[in-house]
T-cell receptor, first 110, second 116 residues
Framework: RKEVEQDPGPFNVPEGATVAFNCTYS??????FFWYRQDCRKEPKLLMS???SGNEDGRFTAQLNRASQYISLLIRDSKLSDSATYLC???????????FGTGTRLTIIP | GAVVSQHPSWVICKSGTSVKIECRSL??????MFWYRQFPKQSLMLMAT?????????EQGVEKDKFLINHASLTLSTLTVTSAHPEDSSFYIC????????????FGDGTRLSIL
């Protein structure tokens, strides 16, 4: 079983819609969680950290469910510029080492 | 602005050539840097952890004699792909951690390596 699993998509969503991604992780001792965004042929960029209490940044909401070992990302009022691959990232060991999911590809359609 | 600089951005070379990629932290000291490889439509796979002043730690299945890592200073790590072959063609990305900035790692722009 992969340490971090995501639905690869693609998700094709009309502009203005709400879209949600889930991600599951296998190690219950995982320390911290993040969503990164990666555009085609570019490096990943941190979108947001994910906290147990849930956190929101503008149109983006991230949630963590430790009991079920999953992380979610919700994007409201999607924009064309949201088209990208969204990577679920887990810090398993509490050091700086990160484990990446395969990513979920999102395309926003005009 | 960029806090991790990676060079070169794109390399095309013949099979058998050795290629060196540099990763620099621009305004912070990085005792640890990471090297990843990403094949098309796949996720980032950690190749090795580069430790300043000591040997790199390689992930299982990564040949340390093929992918030479040197981390001689707190701001520079290099990855050398020795005797590169077409199957080594990939997107190589480095990252460096700077906990003081509140995020786990900063990524370089990546190096697209194409071996003919």
């Amino acid at each position: 079983r992969k340490e971090v699993e995501q639905d690869p998509g693609p998700f094709n969503v009309p502009e203005g819609a709400t879209v949600a991604f889930n991600c599951t992780y296998s190690n219950s001792a995982s320390q911290s969680f993040f969503w990164y965004r990666q555009d085609c042929r570019k490096e990943p960029k941190l979108l947001m950290s994910v906290y147990s209490s849930g956190n929101e940044d503008g149109r983006f909401t991230a949630q963590l469910n430790r009991a079920s070992q999953y992380i979610s990302l919700l994007i409201r009022d999607s924009k064309l510029s949201d088209s990208a691959t969204y990577l679920c990232v887990v810090n398993v060991y509490g050091n700086e080492k990160l484990t990446f999911g395969t990513g979920t590809r999102l395309t926003i359609i005009p | 602005g960029a806090v991790v600089s990676q060079h070169p951005s794109w390399v095309i070379c013949k099979s058998g050539t050795s290629v060196k990629i540099e990763c620099r932290s621009l305004d912070f000291q990085a005792t640890t840097m990471f090297w990843y490889r990403q094949f098309p439509k796949q996720s980032l796979m950690l190749m090795a952890t580069s430790n300043e002043g000591s040997k790199a730690t390689y992930e299982q299945g990564v040949e340390k004699d093929k992918f030479l890592i040197n981390h001689a200073s707190l701001t520079l790590s290099t990855l050398t792909v020795t005797s590169a072959h077409p199957e080594d063609s990939s997107f190589y990305i480095c990252s460096a951690g700077d906990r003081g900035r509140g995020q786990p790692q900063h990524f370089g722009d990546g190096t697209r390596l194409s071996i003919l």
